[in-house]
């Protein structure tokens, strides 16, 4: 049986993306690859919607890589303010406090997001210098709305840091007019390239401040690499991860080739199919309604990791549950990449009869009935198709 991968990360790709990450004999400094790296770092900056004011960073990683990489712009004696929705959004603290670099914690319950209320008033007593927010929180599925959150800490912070591991590519982010100081990401979530690859962009103004705490960890050392890449000329400081660069300059041709806006909607439109018949099948999102992102989607049930374990007999993996308030009673779906209609119809029927196994009280059917009626309507509406 082939499997659908409907995980969180890896997402879903394309045979076309991994092939074009298959080459034989390929180094850091060969010109196939010289040439993928400078498409790539365009197109990073295309997806991110910065402009030359920005420098975009491919280094060899995860998302957690960027994640302690673009620290290195925030000040020693500096304050940040951290915006948590939950697990990801927590793995913050330990990287910003392991550096000596002060913070405070705003967080919010499985499900929720912290309240725009809650970070005007902690941004009036002027103690912050930084923000950092995430925009789709991978273990809840909660979307941060980071352009009223942008409007408010504008007027009191230096530097606004951006989570987007789970939303570019698939969100809009929009960094160059939301005054954003710098976004990080990584290439095997919503862009859909393999994993491999750290993904930051950021405003060249906050490159003039590096904090000195580590040598691969400090974007100071990855300036010039970069500028050399985008030159198409050899760039190195470590040997990049090869395969994943041809790949991810395969997926930016391809946004490029669609549109942005038009992925970005075809993202939404998914999202709205899954979570719409996700409840018309007689189970609860997680996420209030108002937070639904376009690319994970938390699904409640006492029966989740049955599910789980259910559905990947059926063909298509899920991801369980990681937020510990609530382990062991929900679990994820993954509808990010290069994911269409018909993955979407899959998996509404797989959870379905996943869950009316185990027990659940479902509507066998009713889901995909509600989704197939949104994605008919959505696609007369815009008069699209797919990805």
Not at 8 to 32: H, I, K, L, W
Not at 137 to 166: L, N, P, Q, W, Y
Not at 263 to 283: D, K, M, W
């Amino acid at each position: 049986m082939q499997r659908k991968l409907m995980h969180v990360g890896p997402s879903f790709t394309s045979y076309r993306v991994q092939m074009a990450g298959v080459s034989e004999n390929t180094g850091f400094a060969s010109p196939d690859f010289l040439e993928a790296m400078k498409n790539s770092l365009e197109g990073l900056l295309y997806v991110a919607g910065a402009d030359d004011t920005y420098l975009p960073f491919i280094l060899p990683g995860s998302g957690t890589v960027a994640m302690e990489t673009v620290t290195s712009i925030i000040p020693k004696g500096s304050r940040t303010l951290l915006l948590t929705n939950g697990v990801f959004g927590d793995r913050w603290i330990p990287i910003l406090s392991s550096h000596g670099l002060d913070l405070d914690v705003l967080s919010a319950e499985p499900g929720r997001s912290v309240s725009l209320d809650d970070v005007r008033k902690k941004l009036d007593t002027g103690r912050y210098q930084n923000l950092i927010m995430t925009h789709v929180e991978t273990s809840t599925g909660v979307r941060i709305d980071i352009e009223k959150v942008s409007k408010i800490a504008r007027e009191h912070v230096d530097r606004i840091i951006v989570d987007g591991v789970a939303s570019l590519g698939a969100e809009k982010e929009d960094i160059a007019r939301l005054g954003i100081t710098a976004i990080i990401s990584a290439s095997q979530k919503a862009l859909g390239a393999p994993p491999g690859a750290a993904l930051i962009v950021v405003s060249r103004s906050a490159l003039d401040h590096i904090n000195d705490f580590s040598y691969f960890f400090n974007l100071k050392n990855w300036i010039t690499p970069m500028e050399r890449y985008l030159e198409a000329k050899n760039g190195y400081l470590s040997t990049e991860p090869v395969g994943v660069v041809l790949s991810l300059s395969r997926v930016f041709s391809d946004i490029r080739a669609a549109g942005l806006d038009e992925r970005i909607e075809e993202h939404r439109r998914l999202s709205l199919a899954l979570n719409e018949g996700i409840e018309a099948a007689g189970l609860k999102v997680l996420a209030e309604r108002d937070l639904w992102s376009n690319t994970v989607t938390a699904v409640l049930s006492d029966h989740a990791d049955e599910i789980v374990r259910g559905a990947m007999d059926l063909g298509i993996e899920f991801a369980t549950g990681v937020h510990p308030k609530i382990a062991g009673r929900y679990f994820r779906i993954g509808h990010m990449g290069y994911v269409n209609d018909f993955d979407a119809l899959a998996a509404l029927s797989v959870i379905e009869r996943a869950a009316a196994k185990c027990g659940e009280k479902v509507r066998i059917g009713d889901g995909v009935k509600k989704a197939q009626e949104i994605l008919y309507d959505l696609t007369k509406k815009n008069g699209g198709g797919q990805m």
